[in-house]
Structure formats: structure tokens, C-alpha cells
């Protein structure tokens, strides 16, 4: 959890001027990802059944509700932006099935448009690492990925010990496997690029 | 011409019988089919009711009686219908007992009032029903209640128990999107009987909203919550684990925002309502109007109507309560009535 910057008060007890409030967020969203938010009822499985949602600062739930009230500030600087893996469990529970990880991901890239410092670095790192070595090799080279993260970080013997295990049981390669046709990968992310700036 | 003044009621619950017997009192001949052995329908399962804990038995009873007192009214049970001819006025049908024998006979009017059944909550795998002991559905819980009646001094209860509401309900993903509209009321109900019959076992209820619109309903709720002390929890259960041989219960307390768990030792899922078997193919016999979701549909402007002499009452047409149904049956009644007097 992140140190509270404000008195507890000014989280809880201010009062938000709905009608105030635009709906223009909640456009941008359903244009951009395709997802209605207007369809959550509220029932929280999303944050009950939610992998992370222990260390999250701001529920699921919450989440789609702040972008129903067009809530954009609290949504970008947000720690959970940072420590949701992605699980896919709130979708898969949802009865409206409301793609909660696809809406994490478009935050995700306005926060990095926007240039809002991520509240976990190493997430941001360990992303870029991860896509440089698709962009590269087409596939995750897992020890290589492992080793530059630690080199980063400065973590040099992190898992190292569990690197170890998983080599002599032929889980890790020392060379990285490749796709076949690098080519259309790398269109891939040309293309995004391009489309993205 | 009497055959075409006569009536079969199809279904034996609450609204077969309130009509069977509106139409017999009102002199005219009624043919009562029920498929199972005996008159009742789902009040049979019941252990008690609401909105005044009455026990249904007794209701079963006085409407059996009024059906047994009506020298009109000719009841078969283990009986199905099996074939429906429409004819100029009326239909030719042709009803089969479970013992293979068959027979035809013609009617002048017919009310379907075959009743509902239960989602499959095995739909959701993240609650384990059928996979971990103790998580049953409502109805099954309704048993196991009248079982704990009957033999209250031999039981070790659970020392605490869950209710899952919208169970399938109002979910557009796994489940059903609409709101089965009972399962709010029969949950405090059975809740509330839980706390009754053995006060110390702790009942926890998930529900997202609680919809009590009815007479006496949001005072029933209520006095479950504050004179029995269910504790009613905003959020809808996303997880349920086994541990060390008792069941944990993962959800988000949604007023709070907060992430809960709660250790029970037995889930009661309140599962939602869907058209029976018996509603569908009685749709599909007279060719009646049905929803999207194979409830019995009706005509614009005329409620109960079905079809061309076809009326319908009870669950068999969306969920509806145990005096709801009887309503029902009784205006489907005087349907028919109306009918057979234009004819005269």
C-alpha cells in the first residue's frame, strides 16, 4: 500500500459534486476499449473473486464506478493499475462480463502517455523487458528476461535459486526459442506503433 | 355439447388447484392431470412460508379438500398429456398415466400450470455445486429443513451457514438476466428459520439488492435481520474453497469496498427460476406464446391468455409467489368461465 499523501478526511468525507461530473470518460472507454460500464450492477464478484485485490488500493469495482463518474485522476495514479496481473478472473465472474482487464490496459497506456509515474516501477520495467524480448525473438525468453530484470533492478540473486531447479529439470532453455515467421510479429508491433505514436 | 364445457387444468400446485376449484364451484366440469403421485406441486417441498411462516402442508390440505369435496372436478394423478388436436372448439387430448395407459378426451378450455424449476447452479463452477459437500440449492435446503424439524434434538446444526442470492439471476453471462423476483423473500424466510430453530448457528446473506415489494414483505426482511439476527452482506460471493474441511467464502463487502471472507459450513445458493420441463412442452403441445427464455407468454392486453383457448397461471408463466399463483388461478378460472358463458 502506498503512504497516504492526504488526511484520511479528504478521501472520505469530501464531498463530490455529481452534477459536476461528465460522462465523457465513460464515452472514451466504451469508443476505445468497447466496454459499457453502464452494465455493472454493483454486485462486486469482480473484487471478490480478484487475484490481487489483498494489495489493491482501489477495488475492481470501484474502478468502474469512478469511471462512471468520469474520476480520471484517481483512476491514472492508482496502485492497482500496477500490481493487477491481468488474470482475466473478474471477466470471467462478471455476469455482465464487463472486460475489467482490457479497461486496466487502456489506463495503463494513459498513464504512460500522460507520463504519471507508475506507483510500481518494476512493473513498468519488467513490461518493457517482457515486449522488447517478443519484439525481438517473437517468444518470452524467460532466463534471459530474468537475468536483465535482476540486472536492473539490482536484485542479482533473485530466484536465482529457483532458476537453478527449473534448469536441471529441463524447464529452462539457455537459448531462447524463436517463432517462425518473425516477420508478421514485428508487423505487430510496427503496426501499434505506428497506430499509437 | 357438455365435453366442450369442460376444463383441464394442467398442473397440480397452488394455481391448477385454485382454478380447478373456482371452476368446478362455479359449475362446470374440471379434468385436474398432475404428473407426480400427488396434488401440491412445489408447496409439497415447503417447509414453511412467506410473509407469515405459515406452514404450507396446511394449504395443501384445505385446497385437496375443496378438490376431493367437488363431485365436478375429476382428478388424475401420474398422469402427462401427451397430444393436443386443436378442434373447432376446443382441443382432442390425449393424456397417458404412468403406467402406459392411454386416453382421449375432448375440452372446451385449457389452463396450463406447470411451474418452474431451478438453474442449474453447477453453471458456476467458482461456487462448487456438486463438487464440495454442503452447498445445495434451495429447495434442497427446504428439505433439509423440514428434516431438522422433525428431528431438532438429534442434530448437530452447522455453526454457520450462507445464502447465496441471484444465483443465476440477473446475470447475462452464465446465467438468466433477469430477476427471479421470490428468491429475496424465501431466502430471509429460510434464514430466518435457521436462526429459529437453532439460534446459535451464525447465517450470513450475499445479496446485491433486496427486493421486497409486497404486502408485509420489507417488514418480514426486516424483522429477519433485526429480531433474528441474519446478517445481511452487500456483495455477490466470487469464490468458494474448501478449507480444513469447512468451506471459505470470498467476496467484496461492496458499501465498504473491502475485500471479506467468511467460513461457513454450508452454502444454500438461491437459484434462479426457469420454466420447467413440463412448461415447455406443454408450450409446444398447444402451441402457446412463449419469452425468449420459454416462460409462458401472454396476449397483449389479456394476462393469462395464451392462445386460442389456452391460459396459463402460476410460475409456469414468470416466478411468482404461492398467493400470486393462486391469484392467477383463480383469473384464469374465470377466463374459462367467461368463455363457456359467451357460448351458451
Same mark, same amino acid.
Given at each position: 500500500?502506498?503512504?497516504?499523501?492526504?488526511?484520511?478526511?479528504?478521501?472520505?468525507?469530501?464531498?463530490?459534486?455529481?452534477?459536476?461530473?461528465?460522462?465523457?470518460?465513460?464515452? +472514451?472507454?466504451? @469508443?476505445?476499449?468497447?466496454?459499457?460500464?453502464? /452494465? #455493472?450492477?454493483? =454486485?462486486?464478484? %469482480?473484487?471478490?473473486? $480478484?487475484?490481487?485485490?489483498?494489495?489493491?488500493?482501489?477495488?475492481?469495482?470501484?474502478?468502474?464506478?469512478?469511471?462512471?463518474?468520469?474520476? +480520471?485522476?484517481? @483512476?491514472?495514479?492508482?496502485?492497482?493499475?500496477? /500490481? #493487477?496481473?491481468? =488474470?482475466?478472473? %473478474?471477466?470471467?465472474? $462478471?455476469?455482465?462480463?464487463?472486460?475489467?482487464?482490457?479497461?486496466?490496459?487502456?489506463?495503463?497506456?494513459?498513464?504512460?502517455?500522460?507520463?504519471?509515474?507508475?506507483?510500481?516501477?518494476?512493473?513498468?520495467?519488467?513490461?518493457?523487458?517482457?515486449?522488447?524480448?517478443?519484439?525481438?525473438?517473437?517468444?518470452?525468453?524467460?532466463?534471459?528476461?530474468?537475468?536483465?530484470?535482476?540486472?536492473?533492478?539490482?536484485?542479482?540473486?533473485?530466484?536465482?535459486?529457483?532458476?537453478?531447479?527449473?534448469?536441471?529439470?529441463?524447464?529452462?532453455?539457455?537459448?531462447?526459442?524463436?517463432?517462425?515467421?518473425?516477420?508478421?510479429?514485428?508487423?505487430?508491433?510496427?503496426?501499434?506503433?505506428?497506430?499509437?505514436? | 355439447?357438455?365435453?366442450?364445457?369442460?376444463?383441464?387444468?394442467?398442473?397440480?400446485?397452488?394455481?391448477?388447484?385454485?382454478?380447478?376449484?373456482?371452476?368446478?364451484?362455479?359449475?362446470?366440469?374440471?379434468?385436474?392431470?398432475?404428473?407426480?403421485?400427488?396434488?401440491?406441486?412445489?408447496?409439497?417441498?415447503?417447509?414453511?412460508?412467506?410473509?407469515?411462516?405459515?406452514?404450507?402442508?396446511?394449504?395443501?390440505?384445505?385446497?385437496?379438500?375443496?378438490?376431493?369435496?367437488?363431485?365436478?372436478?375429476?382428478?388424475?394423478?401420474?398422469?402427462?398429456?401427451?397430444?393436443?388436436?386443436?378442434?373447432?372448439?376446443?382441443?382432442?387430448?390425449?393424456?397417458?398415466?404412468?403406467?402406459?395407459?392411454?386416453?382421449?378426451?375432448?375440452?372446451?378450455?385449457?389452463?396450463?400450470?406447470?411451474?418452474?424449476?431451478?438453474?442449474?447452479?453447477?453453471?458456476?463452477?467458482?461456487?462448487?455445486?456438486?463438487?464440495?459437500?454442503?452447498?445445495?440449492?434451495?429447495?434442497?435446503?427446504?428439505?433439509?429443513?423440514?428434516?431438522?424439524?422433525?428431528?431438532?434434538?438429534?442434530?448437530?446444526?452447522?455453526?454457520?451457514?450462507?445464502?447465496?442470492?441471484?444465483?443465476?439471476?440477473?446475470?447475462?453471462?452464465?446465467?438468466?438476466?433477469?430477476?427471479?423476483?421470490?428468491?429475496?423473500?424465501?431466502?430471509?424466510?429460510?434464514?430466518?428459520?435457521?436462526?429459529?430453530?437453532?439460534?446459535?448457528?451464525?447465517?450470513?446473506?450475499?445479496?446485491?439488492?433486496?427486493?421486497?415489494?409486497?404486502?408485509?414483505?420489507?417488514?418480514?426482511?426486516?424483522?429477519?435481520?433485526?429480531?433474528?439476527?441474519?446478517?445481511?452482506?452487500?456483495?455477490?460471493?466470487?469464490?468458494?474453497?474448501?478449507?480444513?474441511?469447512?468451506?471459505?467464502?470470498?467476496?467484496?463487502?461492496?458499501?465498504?469496498?473491502?475485500?471479506?471472507?467468511?467460513?461457513?459450513?454450508?452454502?444454500?445458493?438461491?437459484?434462479?427460476?426457469?420454466?420447467?420441463?413440463?412448461?415447455?412442452?406443454?408450450?409446444?403441445?398447444?402451441?402457446?406464446?412463449?419469452?425468449?427464455?420459454?416462460?409462458?407468454?401472454?396476449?397483449?392486453?389479456?394476462?393469462?391468455?395464451?392462445?386460442?383457448?389456452?391460459?396459463?397461471?402460476?410460475?409456469?408463466?414468470?416466478?411468482?409467489?404461492?398467493?400470486?399463483?393462486?391469484?392467477?388461478?383463480?383469473?384464469?378460472?374465470?377466463?374459462?368461465?367467461?368463455?363457456?358463458?359467451?357460448?351458451?
Amino acid at each position: 500500500m502506498p503512504e497516504l499523501t492526504k488526511k484520511p478526511t479528504e478521501y472520505y468525507f469530501k464531498a463530490v459534486k455529481l452534477n459536476q461530473l461528465d460522462d465523457s470518460l465513460q464515452q +472514451e472507454i466504451k @469508443l476505445k476499449c468497447g466496454v459499457d460500464v453502464e /452494465t #455493472c450492477m454493483e =454486485c462486486g464478484k %469482480c473484487s471478490g473473486g $480478484c487475484s490481487n485485490t489483498h494489495i489493491f488500493d482501489i477495488t475492481p469495482r470501484q474502478m468502474i464506478k469512478l469511471i462512471k463518474m468520469g474520476r +480520471e485522476e484517481p @483512476l491514472l495514479s492508482m496502485d492497482s493499475l500496477w /500490481t #493487477c496481473v491481468s =488474470c482475466q478472473l %473478474c471477466v470471467d465472474r $462478471c455476469p455482465s462480463r464487463i472486460d475489467i482487464p482490457r479497461v486496466m490496459d487502456y489506463l495503463r497506456e494513459k498513464a504512460c502517455q500522460q507520463g504519471i509515474k507508475p506507483t510500481r516501477e518494476q512493473v513498468k520495467l519488467f513490461n518493457e523487458l517482457m515486449l522488447g524480448s517478443i519484439m525481438k525473438t517473437g517468444r518470452v525468453e524467460e532466463s534471459l528476461l530474468a537475468v536483465k530484470f535482476n540486472l536492473k533492478t539490482g536484485n542479482y540473486f533473485k530466484d536465482a535459486d529457483l532458476g537453478r531447479q527449473m534448469f536441471f529439470k529441463g524447464k529452462l532453455k539457455a537459448f531462447g526459442p524463436r517463432v517462425k515467421n518473425l516477420k508478421k510479429i514485428r508487423q505487430i508491433f510496427n503496426d501499434t506503433i505506428q497506430k499509437e505514436g | 355439447m357438455t365435453e366442450m364445457k369442460t376444463a383441464l387444468v394442467i398442473g397440480g400446485g397452488p394455481a391448477g388447484l385454485e382454478a380447478a376449484i373456482k371452476i368446478g364451484q362455479a359449475g362446470h366440469k374440471v379434468i385436474l392431470i398432475e404428473r407426480t403421485g400427488s396434488l401440491g406441486g412445489t408447496l409439497r417441498k415447503l417447509y414453511s412460508s412467506f410473509p407469515r411462516w405459515e406452514n404450507p402442508e396446511d394449504l395443501v390440505n384445505y385446497l385437496a379438500e375443496q378438490i376431493r369435496n367437488s363431485s365436478l372436478i375429476t382428478t388424475m394423478t401420474d398422469t402427462t398429456v401427451t397430444a393436443a388436436k386443436k378442434s373447432a372448439q376446443g382441443y382432442q387430448v390425449t393424456l397417458e398415466t404412468n403406467g402406459g395407459k392411454s386416453k382421449e378426451i375432448k375440452v372446451g378450455a385449457v389452463i396450463i400450470a406447470t411451474g418452474f424449476e431451478l438453474f442449474d447452479a453447477s453453471a458456476y463452477g467458482e461456487y462448487g455445486y456438486g463438487i464440495f459437500d454442503n452447498i445445495m440449492n434451495s429447495l434442497e435446503f427446504e428439505a433439509l429443513l423440514k428434516e431438522w424439524a422433525n428431528n431438532k434434538e438429534k442434530i448437530s446444526p452447522p455453526k454457520t451457514i450462507a445464502f447465496f442470492k441471484c444465483v443465476g439471476s440477473r446475470d447475462r453471462s452464465k446465467g438468466m438476466p433477469y430477476c427471479s423476483k421470490i428468491c429475496c423473500m424465501y431466502t430471509a424466510k429460510q434464514a430466518g428459520l435457521v436462526k429459529e430453530l437453532f439460534p446459535q448457528t451464525k447465517c450470513y446473506v450475499f445479496y446485491m439488492d433486496y427486493r421486497a415489494a409486497g404486502r408485509e414483505y420489507e417488514e418480514f426482511v426486516r424483522s429477519v435481520i433485526e429480531q433474528k439476527h441474519v446478517r445481511y452482506v452487500r456483495g455477490r460471493p466470487a469464490k468458494v474453497m474448501p478449507e480444513d474441511g469447512r468451506l471459505l467464502i470470498r467476496a467484496e463487502d461492496t458499501l465498504m469496498g473491502l475485500p471479506i471472507e467468511v467460513t461457513a459450513d454450508m452454502i444454500v445458493l438461491a437459484a434462479a427460476i426457469i420454466p420447467s420441463q413440463g412448461t415447455r412442452e406443454m408450450a409446444s403441445l398447444f402451441q402457446t406464446k412463449i419469452d425468449q427464455y420459454g416462460f409462458i407468454d401472454y396476449e397483449t392486453n389479456q394476462p393469462l391468455k395464451a392462445g386460442d383457448r389456452v391460459f396459463f397461471a402460476g410460475a409456469c408463466g414468470f416466478a411468482v409467489e404461492i398467493l400470486g399463483a393462486m391469484e392467477q388461478g383463480a383469473a384464469a378460472a374465470a377466463e374459462v368461465l367467461s368463455l363457456f358463458n359467451q357460448e351458451n
